[in-house]
């Protein structure tokens, strides 16, 4: 357990329905990152906390697409209308932020988007 | 761009023996650093080991250590005296700065290890 949890696990919804996942991440870390990883690739960068501050969004992030980190502690990542091309993993990682590029990056379990 | 590159899908090894993935990259800058993560099945992605690209030494950590060749943009991880335990996804990973020092992951390499 790195921890770093993510909730739900697992969420099966409907093509058109809304979905909110959590991260919460270690108390000290005040970098937070959302990753993307679907079947047979590795994890595709999807946005960027620095405490309450979203500071990047990839192309990625559609408009469907909205993420939180409220005081700076944990995060939501909502998805609205979900389509069936949104089923994958979706990743937390967070880290301190003190060395820089060589900090490394704290992984959640995961939250399992299946779309049917 | 920055882009990182897995050519083995799958490996496989004995139990005991020892087993080389590769992971080549590409990047402008000078100043970056590389990474292996573990994904075992239904687990978190924890950091196997980590190389700074200023540093000529390899990195070591434990059974498990780098072939990092800087002119040739090549990063490969060794395990030695494989473990039942070591059977997971490995993914290369670089992070080369700018403003979030994001990851750039490759398409990962599934280890089976045979007892």
């Known amino acids: 357990d790195t921890g770093v949890s993510q909730n739900p696990r697992h969420k099966i919804t409907k093509r058109g329905q809304n979905v909110t996942f959590r991260c919460d991440p270690i108390s000290e870390h005040n970098r937070l990152y959302w990753y993307r990883q679907t079947l047979g690739q590795g994890p595709e960068f999807l946005t960027y906390?620095?405490?309450?501050?979203?500071?990047?969004k990839s192309r990625l992030l559609s408009d469907r697409f909205s993420a939180e980190r409220p005081k700076g502690s944990f995060s939501t990542l909502e998805i609205q209308r979900t389509e069936q091309g949104d089923s994958a993993m979706y990743l937390c990682?967070?880290?301190?932020?003190?060395?820089?590029?060589?900090?490394?990056?704290?992984f959640g379990p995961g939250t399992r988007l299946t779309v049917l | 761009a920055q882009t990182v590159t897995q050519s083995q899908p799958e490996m496989s090894v004995q139990e005991a023996e020892t087993v080389t993935l590769s992971c080549t990259y590409d990047?402008?800058?000078?100043?970056?650093?590389l990474f292996w993560y573990k994904q075992p099945p239904s687990r978190q992605m924890i950091l196997v080991i980590r190389q700074e690209a200023y540093k000529q030494q390899n990195a070591t950590e434990n059974r498990f250590s780098v072939n990092f060749q800087k002119a040739a943009k090549s990063f490969s991880l060794k395990i030695s005296d494989s473990q039942l335990g070591d059977a997971a996804m490995y993914f290369c990973a670089l992070n080369y700065g700018g403003a979030t020092n994001k990851l750039i992951f490759g398409t990962g390499t599934l280890l089976a290890v045979q007892p």
């Open positions: 906390f620095q405490n309450e501050a979203q500071l990047e």
């Open positions: 990047t402008s800058e000078s100043d970056y650093y």
């Open positions: 990682a967070t880290k301190t932020g003190a060395g820089g590029r060589s900090d490394t990056q704290y």
